[in-house]
DNA sequence: ATCGTATTACGATGATTGTCAAACTACGAT
DNA sequence: ATCGTAGTTTGACAATCATCGTAATACGAT
């Protein structure tokens, strides 16, 4: 199981926890860090699979990669190497099992969030992502 | 504003966020804490207004003490005195506005994690707390 | 083989955190 | 006024964490 078939194999071995170990502890823990959220973020925003460097991210690259392996092991983002560069991508199905909700909710409440800077919280939010 | 009107004032003082001040960084990580999340898990589990002590928490007092802080600073729990004893009250309608469904997720993926124990994510869990 | 790019690995460092014990404060009851 | 209960504060400690720079690795292109 998990061959991987298909995926250009380049030697490098990426350790990722299977659906059922995702914890929820490791999950907050992960989205808890701005920069780790943010890259979360940026993934859902419509591109699905991006290179690390893709992300242009305020820290130095070897921070970037702690970030990135911090997200890959909890279980948030499956990662593969694609000649040298490492593509991420949600683990949107996974998490969506163990915990579902969670991972929208989240960044329902990043986007809520962030409107604040402008209009700072006066009025009863408009309910982003409503049902 | 906040006029605690009715409680019964004791002259001790709480900071507390006002809704609009919840933070999703702090509320990720205070909910990221094994500690906290039992504590959060077992005030949404029908009591709804409990004494710290009333937890029995694997920690020493002073450690309680931090991690209802971290709670109450992060705007998850409100908390005011009675008597000697500080009770402890969800803030579930203010994270409601800030972060809607977050908290309900959390407490879900903590329930679904919990079956764990027993039946190792053999089956496709099944799906607590449904709509 | 060599070079450039993308990323990892290896310390190192300063900040935060969870934990505790001991001393202290606030309140209710005696 | 005294005592017990409930919680706070302070200071300390070890562990974890986010961050960096530098050296090393893997891969594609030349």
């Known amino acids: 199981m998990a061959d991987t078939a298909g995926v250009k194999r380049t030697g490098r071995r990426l350790e990722h926890p299977q659906a059922g170990e995702i914890r929820v502890d490791a999950v907050l823990h992960a989205l808890a860090d701005p920069i780790r959220l943010r890259i979360v973020r940026e993934l859902s925003d419509g591109h699905d699979d991006m290179a690390c460097i893709a992300f242009a991210l305020p820290v130095s690259k070897s921070t970037s990669t ?66």
Do not use: C, K
């Open 66 to 131: 702690h970030h990135f392996r911090v997200l890959r092991e909890a279980g948030i983002i499956r990662q593969y190497y694609e000649g040298t560069s490492r593509m991420s991508r949600l683990r949107t199905e996974d998490l969506e099992v163990r915990m579902p909700g969670l991972l929208g909710a989240v960044l329902n409440a990043a986007r809520i969030a962030e409107g604040d800077d402008t209009a700072a919280g006066t009025e009863p939010v408009p309910a982003v992502g409503g049902r």
